[in-house]
């Protein structure tokens, strides 16, 4: 069956204090692998999509990073507006529909 | 950049009204989704559209409909509200073919009574 795993389901860091953020997976063939973040009362906002293990993307203090069974969204000096839920989705090769993860809800303190 | 845009962010029905939400988006993207979002339950797929008039029951179809007449509009149709619809309901729409990230819109919040 395909499932996603994401861990922890909360992380408090202090403002500063890097982490990472982990999404394991099983699927039947890897199409891509997604990271969104949702803020409180909003929608999804897209970050980043892999599709190869090894493959790594980046945008200011993210980074994602992905292996065979698992990816990691690596925060950075975080700041208090990194503070936010994020999702991990993998599409298999399967079907149209995405198979989504629980979220990580990342605290960070000024 | 992807705009989804959906027709209300806050709605409040009463039990046994016929609900409507609609969700636009402006990149003539082919596929078309609508999810629910609850506490501990995580995003949850309705019905998806993979083209004009087209559509696929997701995990949990059951008291919803959809519609899909135009390329840039996707319906949902609550055919008689209840109370256990209140939940966060999310657009999203994503190109046909290529990348695969799907891309929301803003929500709406829907409260039943």
């Known amino acids: 069956e395909d499932q996603v795993t994401q861990s922890p389901e909360a992380l408090r860091l202090q403002e500063g204090e890097s982490s990472s953020l982990n999404c394991s997976y099983t699927v039947s063939g890897l199409r891509g692998l997604f990271w969104y973040r949702q803020d409180p009362g909003k929608g999804p906002e897209f970050l980043f999509t892999?599709?190869?293990?090894?493959e790594e993307k980046e945008k200011e203090r993210l980074k994602a990073t992905l292996t065979k069974k698992e990816s990691f969204l690596h925060i950075t000096a975080p700041k208090p507006e990194d503070s936010a839920t994020y999702l991990c989705?993998?599409?298999?090769?399967?079907?149209?529909?995405?198979?989504w993860g629980a979220g990580t809800k990342l605290i960070i303190k000024p | 950049d992807v705009k989804v845009t959906q027709s209300s962010r806050y709605l409040v029905k009463r039990t046994g009204e016929k609900v409507f939400l609609e969700c636009v988006q402006d990149m003539d993207h082919e596929n078309m989704f609508w999810y629910r979002q609850d506490p501990g339950l995580g995003l949850r797929l309705i019905y998806f559209s993979y083209d004009v008039k087209m559509k696929e029951k997701g995990d949990i179809p059951e008291g919803y409909s959809v519609s899909r007449e135009k390329k840039e509009r996707f319906s949902l149709i609550l055919e008689s509200a209840s109370t256990n619809q209140t939940s966060m309901y999310l657009c999203?729409?994503?190109?046909?073919?290529?990348?695969?990230?799907?891309?929301f819109g803003p929500g709406t919040r829907l409260t039943v009574t």
């Open positions: 892999l599709y190869s293990a090894g």
């Open positions: 989705a993998v599409q298999p090769d399967s079907n149209y529909q995405l198979i």
């Open positions: 999203a729409s994503r190109t046909g073919g290529g990348s695969y990230e799907q891309y």
